[in-house]
């Protein structure tokens, strides 16, 4: 079955370190696009990329970073210039311009 | 950029129940889905309806894209039903944008 997968589910980290969360699609969507999930709140964009080896900044884009350089493929490093890291982070891919939004199951990240 | 707004915040029904959520938005889109997150945190798509009415099952979904606001009904609702919807909004630009969701909780 086509999907997204995202992994871990769950992380730890400490202060300061950095991580990068993983995140895979087999739909052969073109666009990709990293949201952060604080509690009780909506998503907000963190990066997205539209074609393979480009990618733009979101609206919370500090102390994040992403590379695409395969089209299943959109990894998210968390930084430690990220002041609040500690959230969930979802994945999603999309056709295009046009069309739904397939996200992934999202990695909880915790920060001590 | 544009604005969602989402209404009511929270929602408490009896099952069997029947709902309606609203989502407002502030300009033209070109995009609008309809999400449920359930309590495990997995977003589910449940209508991709930029204009128009649709529906699938018990649930259907009307844009009116001129008047800018779109409403999803629930009927029969079930305690599976249960989690945050979100409205979630494209414009001009290539972002989706979210509302701040319908915490909606159906009791026994």
């Known amino acids: 079955d086509g999907g997204i997968t995202q992994s871990p589910k769950y992380l730890f980290r400490k202060e300061g370190q950095n991580v990068t969360l993983s995140c895979e699609q087999n739909l052969n969507h073109d666009a990709m696009y990293w949201y952060r999930q604080d509690p009780g709140q909506g998503l907000r964009l963190i990066y997205y990329?539209?074609?393979?080896?480009?990618?733009q900044k979101g609206d919370i884009a500090e102390g994040y970073s992403v590379s695409r350089e395969k089209k299943e493929s959109f990894p998210l490093t968390v930084t430690s210039a990220q002041k609040n890291p500690t959230a969930f982070y979802l994945c999603a891919s999309s056709m295009g311009e046009g069309g739904g939004y397939t996200f992934g199951s999202g990695t909880r990240l915790t920060v001590v | 950029g544009i604005q969602v707004e989402q209404s009511p915040p929270d929602l408490i029904l009896q099952e069997g129940a029947n709902s309606t959520l609203r989502c407002n938005f502030s300009?033209?889109?070109?995009?609008l889905q309809w999400f449920h997150q359930n309590p495990w945190g997995q977003l589910i798509n449940l209508f991709y309806?930029?204009?128009g009415t649709k529906q699938n099952g018990r649930l259907s979904a009307t844009t009116v894209a001129t008047e800018r606001y779109s409403l999803l009904y629930i009927s029969s609702s079930q305690t599976t039903d249960s989690g945050v919807y979100f409205c979630a909004v494209k414009g001009g630009g290539n972002k989706l944008t979210f509302g701040t969701g319908t915490q909606l909780k159906v009791e026994l």
């Open positions: 300009d033209s889109v070109n995009n």
């Open positions: 309806i930029p204009s």
């Open positions: 990329s539209q074609i393979v080896n480009d990618f």
